[in-house]
């Protein structure tokens, strides 16, 4: 309830408010009706100025900014004016209004409310004690750091301006500070940002939170996000640093000691990384696994009944599928028998091995898992020597030397020609088989060949030679009746037609003429023939000579020897034991010079020659 009369403005003083709106960087203002010094309240934007520090007002009618108005900050002059209380207050009154200033030098005490319109301004008091409800209207204004408002049993509750901060305090030791309200902000001074927010769902937060230590988990002090050193954070959980982020950005699980940008550790145990998703669950058995155990072995686990791919710019290159299968280039695995790696592309296709100079690169075959049941089939390739080499049952079979020669039972050439391209190699003796794979065989079928081609100029490769078995008549099961032809080509031919056939009656057939080569014999006092080497021979002689007993007699050989005499002529010739002539007496040769005498010799047995000598042939 206001009490006293209302007062009266004196003449100087036209309005008790006056209100202004600023311009920009405006300093001067009137005061509409004047006031008098000391006597008047400024206020900017609703904030009161303190005189001398904020403004000035020395002559009655002007204020003076000592900082600078922005545009449109709204400015507030409240005229003080003095009255008498003996004249403005009434005993007994039930109702009393006092418009303007009440100063007091004494004590003012009420049982009730008191309110007051304008200011209430203590001047030299040191304090105000109010039983009921103080209420302020306009603010409450402490202008100086040493006072504080109060409020407690014990006034532990401090409002205040230290000088530099602004402070509200709870001086107990086990006080606490609360904002009680559903929501609630924190501004700046200019009421322009929002630095903290706070409702029923959350907090928002402009800016940094400073934290010495950690941040506990409340009624879970062992669970803590830490701050240990300088740049490093860490998170603990049941007391024990679970994850550390340092200085260098790495990130350790359960390491204190990261050595890349993510470090797992399995302490004692295995260190596992497990990636799930929505549909793998996500207990231990569930999705994939990085596996590093303390043996020294890494896996890669797909706990999953799919795939393990591999992909690079964005395209698969190998995936592992859920049984296990390698594919290389391809999601659909090979044939079933071969499927467990399946290499594809849309191109040349092929796999490298490379090894050392003076090395091998080896693909094996095994059927065990120890002895030379781990190398059973072999495929090597020997850089020491550019050998390609094929093994079966632990034992190399074949070589292609660095030549090109194919040796088979052989790993180094038996033959040194470079154009022996096929050596075959056994302690049986090397046989080479040829089949004619058929149920049917008439007469005239092939049985199989051998053919000889040459290329020459016109870059056409025409076969030049060639041996055949044919079926010589219908084949059975108990009969088999062939015959073996040999073929040549004739001078200004381009195929070979057939030069010699044994029948199956093997006979031998020779087409166009048989020519059998003679050999010619160097004149000596003896003359030993080789009927291995050949079956015709000529003997010019030189010497009176014995024709010694040839060597490599067999029963069935023929042929002829030419004797011929020099140009001197009478050369004697003596027959050794095993020439038999018809009667058992050796002829006598022609004597003149340059005459050619003919023997002609059938070897019955391996010590006898039947021979019939034809002299003096022109």
Not at 8 to 37: C, M, P
Not at 198 to 203: K, L
Not at 271 to 293: C, D, K, M, P, Y
Request: charged letters at 20%; proline letters at 1%.
């Amino acid at each position: 309830m206001a009490i006293g009369n209302p007062i009266t403005l004196t003449n100087n003083v036209a309005s008790k408010i006056i209100s202004v709106t600023a311009t920009a960087d405006q300093t001067l203002f009137t005061v509409t009706g004047g006031y008098r010094i000391n006597q008047l309240a400024v206020f900017r934007n609703g904030v009161r100025l303190v005189n001398g520090a904020d403004f000035t007002a020395n002559d009655g009618a002007t204020v003076t900014l000592l900082t600078a108005a922005n545009n449109n900050d709204s400015l507030e002059f409240q005229v003080f004016d003095t009255f008498r209380v003996d004249e403005a207050i009434h005993a007994n009154e039930a109702s009393q209004t006092i418009n303007g200033n009440l100063t007091l030098t004494g004590d003012l005490t009420a049982s009730g409310n008191v309110s007051v319109g304008g200011s209430l301004t203590y001047e030299d008091v040191t304090n105000v004690d109010s039983v009921g409800v103080v209420t302020a209207r306009s603010g409450i204004q402490i202008p100086n750091d040493s006072g504080k408002l109060r409020s407690g049993t014990d006034l532990e509750m401090q409002v205040f301006h230290d000088g530099t901060n602004s402070v509200v305090k709870d001086t107990r030791n086990s006080g606490k500070v609360r904002i009680q309200a559903d929501n609630f902000d924190v501004i700046d001074k200019d009421a322009s940002i929002t630095m903290l927010s706070a409702t029923s769902t959350g907090v928002s937060l402009l800016g940094d939170i400073d934290v010495a230590d950690k941040i506990v988990h409340t009624g879970d002090t062992n669970t803590a996000i830490r701050f240990p050193a300088a740049d490093t954070f860490t998170v603990e959980t049941a007391g024990s640093e679970r994850l550390r982020v340092n200085s260098s950005g790495f990130v350790g699980v359960n390491t204190d000691s990261p050595g890349r940008q993510l470090t797992v550790s399995g302490s004692a145990s295995e260190g596992v990384i497990q990636i799930t998703n929505n549909t793998s669950g996500g207990t231990a058995g569930n999705g994939f696994e990085l596996l590093h155990f303390t043996s020294g072995e890494t896996q890669l686990l797909n706990r999953e009944n799919g795939a393990m791919r591999f992909d690079t710019n964005n395209t698969e290159r190998l995936r592992i599928d859920a049984s296990g299968r390698l594919l290389l280039g391809t999601t659909t695995e090979g044939e079933a028998n071969a499927d467990d790696l399946t290499i594809a592309t849309s191109g040349h296709t092929g796999m490298t091995i490379r090894s050392g100079t003076a090395n091998r690169g080896n693909i094996y075959f095994s059927d065990g898992t120890s002895g030379d049941a781990e190398y059973r089939g072999i495929i090597e390739y020997n850089h020491d020597g550019d050998t390609l080499k094929l093994g079966t049952a632990n034992y190399v079979r074949a070589t292609i030397d660095s030549s090109g020669r194919l040796l088979v039972g052989a790993t180094s050439a038996f033959d040194g020609g470079s154009d022996t391209l096929l050596q075959v190699l056994s302690t049986g003796g090397a046989r080479l088989a040829l089949a004619r794979n058929d149920t049917t065989t008439a007469a005239n079928d092939s049985i199989g060949r051998i053919r000889w081609y040459g290329n020459d100029s016109d870059g056409n490769y025409d076969e030049c030679a060639r041996i055949e078995v044919i079926a010589d008549a219908d084949h059975a099961s108990t009969s088999k009746p062939s015959a073996l032809t040999f073929n040549t080509t004739a001078a200004s031919a381009e195929s070979p037609t057939e030069a010699m056939r044994i029948d199956s009656s093997q006979r031998i057939t020779a087409k166009a003429g048989a020519i059998a080569e003679i050999d010619t014999l160097t004149s000596a006092s003896t003359v030993t023939p080789d009927f291995a080497a050949s079956c015709n021979f000529t003997l010019t002689l030189g010497h009176n000579v014995t024709l010694a007993n040839p060597s490599n007699l067999t029963a069935g050989q023929s042929g002829s020897i030419f004797l011929i005499q020099d140009g001197t002529g009478s050369r004697t010739i003596t027959f050794g034991n095993q020439y038999d002539f018809a009667g058992g007496t050796a002829p006598t040769l022609s004597t003149a010079a340059s005459s050619v005498d003919r023997l002609d010799y059938f070897v019955r047995t391996s010590s006898s020659i039947h021979c019939v000598v034809t002299l003096a042939y022109s």
